[in-house]
């Protein structure tokens, strides 16, 4: 849906550029739709890039309760180097000859790193650390340790490697990988985890995100795009694709748009967040089931 003589109303999946925070990519959003209602659901690092979602107005009461748990990428690790942040953005912090690591010994420590597993973050992260960003300490040059946290790395493959030469002349090896990973996993993380279990380091210098939830880089619109032609899921589209579906009758949409709390029919029990429609497809709410009854998260009807 393309609107241009009123502020849109909706989500906007955008392929964000290298080089951008996700905070820039906000900023640009609010100058295109013209509206300071605007907000991100899931950071993307500032190297990365890809698939980043944005809401606009109404729907920004929609990003806390997107089930953007699952997310793919498409990345290149290079063993042999370490840095301060484990990608290319930071200085080299160490080198060593990664000619000899064997394609066996890559699979057996790609193995190691996939299902659940324990991760600790990147130091040069957002992660607090007592209320304080990790990435702030790390520039400060204090010393501290983050705690490993559980993720789930679902899925975690090598498709292709290449030998190279880094500018210090030191031999490593760039690994093309695919990675379906829970969010709040951090692939830089990866990537210096798999180089010290191969006893050569390593960092991640290319990432591209491929899909948040049920976002796909094929709906995603470059910042220039968006410029041209400002391409919006609305509200009630996104709903649907995103949540469990409700469709109520007429006396129950009223209803529920006085505040009333329906009876949950048990179908929804457990699902988390569920979208209500009117019969004439009007998105009404987000609700969830509490003691039998739906409790509203955001009314949108």
């Not at 210096?192 to 796909?216: I, M, Q």
């Not at 709906?219 to 899921?233: E, G, K, P, Y």
């Not at 709903?239 to 029919?265: E, K, S």
């Not at 429609?277 to 969830?288: K, M, T, Y």
Request: aromatic share 4%.
């Amino acid at each position: 849906m393309t609107q241009k003589n009123r502020t849109p109303d909706g989500l906007v999946i955008v392929d964000k550029p290298s080089g951008f925070t996700s905070h820039d990519v906000v900023a640009k959003m609010r100058g295109i739709a013209r509206t300071r209602r605007v907000g991100h659901a899931g950071t993307l690092d500032p190297m990365a890039t890809g698939v980043l979602v944005l809401g606009i107005e109404r729907a920004t009461k929609l990003l806390g309760h997107l089930a953007l748990t699952e997310k793919e990428y498409l990345g290149t690790i290079r063993l042999g180097q370490t840095t301060l942040t484990d990608d290319a953005e930071g200085e080299i912090t160490g080198s060593a000859d990664a000619s000899k690591v064997t394609r066996d010994a890559i699979d057996a420590g790609v193995a190691e790193l996939s299902g659940e597993i324990m991760q600790v973050p990147s130091k040069v992260s957002a992660i607090k650390i007592d209320g304080v960003r990790s990435y702030k300490r790390a520039r400060e040059g204090e010393e501290f340790e983050i705690p490993a946290r559980p993720v789930t790395v679902s899925s975690f493959a090598v498709y292709d490697i290449r030998d190279a030469v880094a500018e210090d002349g030191t031999p490593v090896l760039d690994l093309v990988v695919s990675v379906t990973c829970s969010s709040g996993t951090y692939i830089r993380a990866l990537a210096r985890d798999l180089g010290a279990g191969l006893g050569v380091g390593g960092h991640l210098t290319a990432l591209r995100r491929t899909r948040v939830g049920p976002y796909k880089l094929d709906s995603a619109r470059t910042l220039d795009q968006l410029q041209q032609d400002l391409t919006v899921m609305p509200v009630a589209e996104a709903a649907g694709a995103a949540f469990p579906r409700w469709d109520v009758d007429a006396r129950r949409a009223r209803l529920l748009t006085n505040g009333v709390r329906l009876d949950m029919p048990e179908e929804y029990v457990g699902k988390g967040a569920v979208a209500v429609f009117d019969p004439d497809g009007v998105f009404l709410a987000l609700v969830e089931e509490q003691k039998g009854k739906a409790k509203s998260l955001a009314v949108f009807g």
